[in-house]
Nanobody, 115 residues
Framework: QVQLVESGGGLVQAGGSLRLSCAAS????????MGWYRQAPGKQREVVAR???????DYKDSVKARFIISGDKPLNTVYLEMNSLKPEDTAVYYC?????????WGQGTQVTVSS
């Protein structure tokens, strides 16, 4: 089993920055990928960014050039640096991890961007 604990959410004004962290514990060896999803009120959960164990990163188009994902080696902690935040980035951000064929989720952390 893998447990994920997120931190770093909060309230920020538009144009500001936040850094999210997610630490995995438990059976954390052989982690294939970690990343972040978000879910805004009334909307479906969507992928924001992902990083693999070989440090390959992918981003949702709307956050490219504003968000940076990074992770430790071996991959068991992931960070999301969010810059130039916009009100439409407001959501609950969920950390996730992929180990073998299993997906694990954190509890979520609220990010609110005021205009």
């Amino acid at each position: 089993q893998v447990q994920l604990v997120e931190s770093g959410g909060g309230l920020v004004q538009a144009g500001g920055s936040l850094r999210l962290s997610c630490a995995a514990s438990g059976s954390i060896f052989s982690m294939k990928a970690m990343g972040w999803y978000r879910q805004a009120p009334g909307k479906q959960r969507e992928v924001v960014a992902r990083i693999t164990s070989d440090s390959s990163a992918d981003y949702k188009d709307s956050v490219k050039a504003r968000f940076i994902i990074s992770g430790d080696k071996p991959l068991n902690t992931v960070y999301l640096e969010m810059n130039s935040l916009k009100p439409e980035d407001t959501a609950v951000y969920y950390c996730y991890a992929v180990r073998y064929d299993n997906n694990y989720w954190g509890q979520g952390t609220q990010v609110t961007v005021s205009s």
